[in-house]
């Protein structure tokens, strides 16, 4: 891979890590019509790219190489479940000194097997029945010409994004998938190969990316993604967040051309490779942490943003707990065995 390219990837994972931040700020005035509504509405529409991002970054890494399936398990596999203990034992251990407990260790064993403990950590989860697909993925991919690969894309995003917001509206289309046997092109693993899809034809010699397109494209179909919310909102008269799904059509196609957008103004930031290769190492650590600092940070931005708009509130707070996140991740980091979890 050429060093050009790996600044740019870095850079992609960091804007993800604080566009989830975003997100999740936003949310919390999502669920209910009020004066702030329209603005969260904005701002998650422009971030719904997050997790797609992340796991574009995991295919451009990851597909190009022929790679035997336990070496991989060994050497990548493995590597998702010391997080993911560290940090289900964390919210646990928060939770219950919050009186919001398991009702004991064996308790808690049991609710950490049968899922995330605390909302954001469902990504963690999600990785490992990804990660188990992705040698094989990898070959399929390797050995798939040009129009192997566009016929995949295509059918998976028919199969997994068009075909479930088309059944919300015309139920008949419910089964559709199951009927049909279709469960091969269903889930977020189909953004592990349009991530590499995508930066194969970025990084080959002929490829040609226009800036000005891809913030086009970012804009009208993160906009799109705001308006029909707001629409289908409206119309039912409470908010309805289908169109904010990572699997929405609109939401695919913000994802690709910020994807592509990072990567490239990211080949052109060489002078900050230092600085982004820092900040890329921290955002694991960022993306588990930010949920307690964002609860414990409340209790002081609370009574101080109460009546003030989301419009200046939400980018602000979003910025403040990113950074905040930042700082213990990055000292935790200096201790080299500790790397493994944050």
């Known amino acids: 891979m050429l060093k050009d390219y790996s600044v740019g990837l ?26 702030g509504w329209i603005y969260s509405n904005i701002y998650d529409s422009f971030v719904r790219s997050c997790v797609p991002i992340f796991l574009m970054i995991s295919g451009a890494l990851m597909l190009g190489k022929n790679q035997d399936a336990l070496d991989f398990y060994k050497r990548r596999f493995l590597r998702i479940f010391p997080p993911l203990v560290f940090w289900s ?18 308790a808690s064993v049991v609710a950490i097997v049968k899922g995330p403990v605390y909302y954001h950590l469902w990504y963690l989860y999600a990785l490992v029945g990804i990660y188990l697909f992705i040698p094989f993925m990898s070959k399929i991919y390797l050995n798939s010409s040009d129009t192997d690969k566009n016929v995949y894309v295509f059918v998976w995003f028919l199969v997994a ?22 469960s091969s092109f269903i889930g977020l693993a189909g953004y592990v190969f349009l991530g590499a899809y995508v930066f194969e034809r970025i990084s080959s010699a002929n490829s040609s990316v226009s800036v000005k397109t891809e913030v086009v494209v970012f804009m009208f179909s993160s906009g799109l993604t705001a308006l029909l919310t707001y629409a289908l909102s409206v119309n039912e008269g409470s908010p309805n967040q289908l169109f904010y799904s990572y699997l929405s ?16 103004l990211g080949a052109r930031c060489t002078r900050l490779s230092k600085v982004l290769g820092v900040l890329s190492g921290c955002t694991l650590g960022v993306y588990c942490i930010h949920v307690f600092v964002m609860n414990r940070f409340s209790l002081i931005y609370g009574p101080i943003v109460e009546g003030h708009s989301n419009l200046w509130v939400i980018p602000v707070l979003s910025v403040s707990i990113f950074i905040l996140s930042i700082i213990p991740v990055y000292i935790l980091r200096m201790v080299k065995p500790l790397r493994q979890i944050v």
């Open 249 to 264: 059509p609109v939401v695919v196609f913000s994802s690709v051309s910020a994807f592509k957008l990072l990567v490239v």
């Open 10 to 35: 870095n850079l992609a994972r960091v804007v993800a890590c604080l566009m989830v931040i975003f997100l999740h700020v936003s949310a919390a005035g999502i669920g209910v019509f009020d004066e």
């Open 161 to 182: 994004c068009v075909v479930p917001i088309a059944s919300y509206f015309y139920h008949d289309l419910a089964d559709f998938s199951s009927i049909y046997g279709l």
């Open 89 to 106: 034992v964390f919210y646990v251990v928060w939770k219950a000194s919050m009186g919001v407990g398991y009702g004991g260790i064996l």
